[in-house]
Each structure stands twice: as C-alpha cells, then as structure tokens.
Nanobody
Framework: QVQLVESGGGLVQAGGSLRLSCAAS????????MGWFRQAPGKQREFVAH????????TYADSVKGRFTISRDNAKNTVYLQMDSLKPEDTAVYYC?????????????????WGQGTQVTVSS
C-alpha cells in the first residue's frame, strides 16, 4: 500500500550537484515527517537529513550540513534532497523513508517505510 518511488540518482563529478526526488503514495503525506539515509558499500546505513511538517524544521548530518538541502512539496507528495558541492565520499545508495511518529529520526529504527534506494556516484 505504501510506496516510495525515488529518482534522480546518477553519476556526477566532484563539486557537481544532483537533486533526488521521492514520491510517496498510500499514506497521508502531509502528516508524516520524512528522512533521507545513505549506505556506502560495506558500511551501515547512515542518517543524512530529516524534514518535519514545516520546511523550517530540518536536521542534517554534520557530514552534509551546508551542502545538502531537504525539502518537501505536500501538493506533490514528494520529498527532495538537493545535493550541492558533492564529494567522492558522498557516493552511496540513497534511501528516502517515512519516520515513525514520536521516534528518533536520526536512527534507522525511527522509520517505518523505505524506498528502493537510488545510486549516487561522485567521481574525483
């Protein structure tokens, strides 16, 4: 019933930009807070960003702060991750996710639904 469809991943040179999109269906999007995680080969999934019900309620991992911007468009049931000044260490599979109500949104366990993931590769 709940589906998260991601798009926008790809190959980009260091210093470049990408915008990831995640279209949600099967839920009341406006009532949910959303997050982005990423997983590099051989590593655990790590928190990237979270957005609350309002656009001014955002949280970022220190590693991406100042470079990435999370946003949402409730009319389109879509959450975005604008990634600027990309670095090779940003290379990972990126996942969008729906946060559990009243849960810790910086932890993977704080989310109840996940997208399929989209590959982001940053070349040096």
């Amino acid at each position: 019933q709940v589906q998260l469809v991601e798009s926008g991943g790809g190959l980009v040179q260091a210093g470049g930009s990408l915008r990831l999109s995640c279209a949600a269906s099967g839920l009341t999007f406006r009532s949910k807070t959303m997050g982005w995680f990423r997983q590099a080969p051989g590593k655990q999934r790590e928190f990237v960003a979270h957005i609350g019900w309002s656009a001014d309620s955002t949280t970022y991992a220190d590693s991406v702060k100042g470079r990435f911007t999370i946003s949402r468009d409730n009319a389109k049931n879509t959450v975005y991750l604008q990634m600027d000044s990309l670095k090779p260490e940003d290379t990972a599979v990126y996942y969008c996710a729906v946060a559990r109500r009243y849960s810790d949104y910086i932890r993977e366990q704080g989310y109840e639904y996940w997208g399929q993931g989209t590959q982001v590769t940053v070349s040096s």
